[in-house]
């Protein structure tokens, strides 16, 4: 069986997860997720033809709550942990090419 | 005897009728803590500590009803949410974070007039066995201090084995209550899924995580539970179901249960030590009028896999809210993509990496239905196993851990020895089902053992009323590390 993951796909998983992996990262945690990958893949000899997959355990009796409005953090106390802020909001990089 | 030796019910119960103060327990717990070298707090202000204190004293002098909880000194996990101190999940990303609001566990922990010592140090958002992935330290197990505490709640099992506090809280996604409880020789109790609002307790894997109770006793943590317990609006995934009355559960008697022992937790893997103190256990209960029944839990093996699976795909979702945007840090960066990127991958310590990795692979395209969705259905199956054996029985009894606690740095270059130590406390969590872990016979070593008490959803009176039939005659009972 070939390996379940290579660095290139470690990089590209990375990326999916806005995860800059630094070049040094990537050998053990490729060598790492192999071997994780690879006992995992012991699920594949469970037979689960027409079983249902359970997402969450006793989601079928929840209630429903009132939708009616109330009131919200006061905007500074949102905006007070965040690493930077102006004009009432996040400020952020840009991201648009001018 | 020590105010901090006394139990917690009856130091709650003390503090309401006068007979201690709290200032004089909140100056006991900050002596303790002082002098403390287990790692296990990562914010300690005394000031505030006193401050709580004195004003359940003040309420009591003006004639007011005095909560539950009355001047217990309680240590939270830095994973709940807390309007007065920061709240870090032990990861840099989160270094000063202060959050604007209380988790309403704590919210509630608050009004039943505890006092809180501090926030407890964690692996990393709760992922891992040993708190070895904390970005601010290890614990060190109060038994033996070159030996890890367990974890992912670690700094809640060393608290209240070193007498630090009479109650803390943790949450158990995977064991992270019921292992480090077993580890450490404390009682802890992960409730059944929903019995606990998640409100304000930071996510790691939502269909899984439940914040739970550690104490030195079963009724401690049984009256902990009971403050904390029930439906928030704010969870939709709390349930509203009446609170049974836990620590009255305590002392009711147990003869004629029928109790399951699966034989899948007794093959290899598990410690001769283990082994002779939960054999030693079940005969026990059996002493106590239960009646013992082997039972097939044919999935167990599975479990590991399964939730490696499913917690990694619910965590890399979950930690998507960490970007540099809106929580505590940031790494500048040229532009919206590579600060993220940045952020992330310096703010999260290697494990977080790891899993977030494992859970974007296992949920992108072309590989959904052969882990995920695959995952998800073996999940059902292990459920099943579980509906199967209460059919016959009322309970499930075994081992938390396959081993005593291990030396700090045994595991740490080997993820997957790591996860498999999670192999007993999986199962119940994958079904969403209470379970609590009591301190058993220890080891030859004297290092503690834990056995776990898993029962059907909803029957956490069940569970307490065994827990405490066990405590009374288990060989642990009293027994407590020595201190420096």
Same mark, same amino acid.
């Given at each position: ?98 | ?82 309007? $007065?101190? =920061? ?12 959050? *604007?609001? +209380?988790? @309403?566990? !704590? /919210? ?108 030195? $006793?079963? =009724? ?12 928030? *609006?704010? +969870?939709? @995934?709390? !349930? /509203? ?244």
């Amino acid at each position: 069986m070939s390996a379940p993951i290579d660095r290139d796909q470690v990089q590209h998983v990375g990326r999916l997860a806005r995860l800059t992996l630094r070049d040094d990262e990537v050998p053990a945690l490729t060598e790492q997720l192999v071997k994780i990958l690879g006992f995992v893949a012991q699920l594949q000899e469970v037979s689960t033809d027409g079983i249902e997959p359970t997402a969450q355990v006793g989601v079928d009796r929840l209630p429903f709550r009132p939708d009616e409005p109330h009131a919200c953090l006061p905007r500074e106390v949102v905006l007070r942990e965040a690493p930077e802020t102006a004009g009432g909001g996040f400020v952020v990089p840009a991201f648009i090419q001018e | 005897m020590e105010l901090l030796e006394r139990s917690l019910v009856d130091v709650a119960d003390a503090v309401r009728k006068g007979q201690v103060s709290a200032l004089d327990l909140a100056e006991a717990a900050i002596a303790r803590i002082e002098r403390d070298d287990t790692g296990s707090h990562l914010d300690f202000d005394p000031a505030r500590t006193r401050a709580m204190a004195r004003a359940v004293d003040e309420k009591r002098a003006r004639g007011q009803a005095l909560g539950a909880l009355a001047g217990v000194p309680l240590g939270l996990k830095d994973v709940l949410c807390t309007k $007065d101190a =920061r709240t870090t999940c032990a990861s840099k990303i989160l270094d000063g974070y202060r959050p *604007p609001y +209380d988790a @309403t566990a !704590v /919210a509630r922990l608050r009004a039943a007039d505890a006092v809180f010592t501090g926030k407890l140090n964690m692996d990393e958002f709760a992922m891992g066995s040993s708190n070895e992935n904390s970005a601010y330290g290890v614990v060190k197990n109060p038994w033996d201090p070159t030996r890890v505490p367990g974890g992912s709640s670690g700094g809640s099992a060393a608290a209240v084995a070193a007498g630090l506090a009479l109650g803390t809280l943790g949450t158990d996604t995977g064991g992270s209550i019921r292992q480090p409880a077993a580890l450490c020789g404390v009682v802890g109790v992960k409730p059944t899924y929903g019995r606990v609002s998640r409100y304000g307790l930071v996510a790691f894997a939502s269909s899984l995580d439940q914040i739970g109770t550690f104490a030195a $006793d079963v =009724r401690g943590a049984a009256r902990l539970l009971e403050v904390i317990a029930g439906h928030d *609006p704010r +969870d939709s @995934t709390s !349930v /509203a179901r009446p609170i049974d009355e836990w620590v009255a559960a305590c002392g009711t008697d147990v003869a004629g249960l029928r109790l399951g022992v699966p034989r899948e937790y007794f093959e290899e893997g598990l410690d001769a030590d283990v082994r002779a103190s939960i054999g030693a256990a079940i005969e026990s209960l059996r002493g106590l009028g239960c009646t013992i029944v082997p039972v097939e839990m044919p999935h167990t093996k599975y479990a590991v896999a399964t939730y490696y699976v499913v917690a990694t795909a619910e965590c890399s979702s979950n930690l998507a809210r960490f970007d540099g945007v809106r929580y505590a840090t940031r790494v500048d960066s040229k532009d919206l993509e590579s600060m993220y990127g940045e952020t992330r991958d310096r703010g999260f310590g290697a494990e977080v990496k790891r899993r977030i990795l494992l859970g974007t692979y296992v949920l992108s395209a072309g590989y959904y239905d052969a882990y995920y969705s695959k995952a998800q259905k073996v999940r059902t199956l292990i459920r099943r196993d579980f509906d199967r054996a209460f059919e016959q029985v009322d309970a499930i009894v075994g081992p938390t851990s396959p081993s005593v606690a291990w030396p700090l740095g045994a595991k740490v270059a080997d993820p997957l020895q790591m996860y498999l130590a999670d192999v007993y406390t999986l199962p119940a969590s994958l079904a969403g089902l209470p379970g609590v872990s009591v301190p058993a016979q220890p080891g030859a070593s004297g290092l503690p053992i834990g056995l776990q008490i898993v029962t059907p959803a909803w029957s956490e009176a069940r569970m307490f009323s065994l827990a405490h039939a066990f405590e009374q005659v288990s060989p642990a009972k009293g027994l407590r590390p020595r201190r420096a």
